[in-house]
């Protein structure tokens, strides 16, 4: 991808965002009735919702696409543009009212993400990145810490992770882990 197409596909992954914003703005967190797929994994009318209105937003010619909410078409798999997204990252959380939600979107080309975007509605956080172009919060320029080690850095881990004893290799570790998230049951 160029620059200048770069540019245009983080345009539409933003404004594809900024869509699925607004259909939050129709269900209270923790007020939202779920049903449950296979594995006992939740999903709410606005999963659903916010998939229908990305795939809106973002599909566009021959590009393929792949969405937790929608039945995989392998076809995606010959296309050289494919659209990933998770439409409700963090059901558990957004059927409890806990706001460590958020919708995700990225653009890979060629098998190779090039560019991406995550917005939590319920904190009003933005993230925005390409390769080539860097990345945004909030509108703002961001980057990655440039640390060489991770001496102090924190490490966000799903509390059912930690529960299950996958961090305690890491006890002693010269960074902190911060649980986030529900205790799953499964």
């Known amino acids: 991808m160029t620059n200048l197409s770069q540019a245009e596909t983080l345009e539409r992954i933003h404004s594809a965002l900024e869509a699925a ?4 703005q129709r269900f209270t967190p923790g007020q939202i009735a779920a049903e449950y797929k296979s594995g006992h994994d939740p999903v709410t009318e606005a999963d659903t919702t ?9 599909l566009r010619g021959d590009e393929g ?4 909410e929608s039945v995989d078409d392998f076809s995606r798999l010959r296309k050289g543009h ?3 997204v998770d439409p409700l990252d963090g059901t558990r959380e957004f059927v409890a009212g806990v706001p460590e939600f958020c919708v995700s979107v990225a653009m890979v080309e060629d098998g190779e993400p090039v560019a991406g975007g995550i917005c939590n509605p ?3 956080e933005l993230f925005l990145g390409s390769l080539d ?3 945004t919060y909030n509108g703002k320029i961001a980057q990655a810490s440039q ?6 850095a924190v490490v966000l881990a799903s509390r059912s992770e930690t529960k299950r004893g996958e ?5 002693g570790a010269p960074f902190k882990v911060r649980e986030m998230g529900l205790w799953r049951t499964n």
């Open 50 to 58: 916010v998939d229908a209105v990305l795939r809106r937003e973002l």
């Open 82 to 84: 494919v659209w990933i």
């Open 122 to 124: 319920a904190t009003n």
């Open 21 to 24: 914003r607004a259909v939050f």
């Open 167 to 171: 961090w305690t290799q890491f006890e």
């Open 65 to 68: 696409w792949l969405s937790e």
């Open 133 to 135: 172009l860097g990345i």
């Open 147 to 152: 640390k060489k080690n991770l001496e102090g």
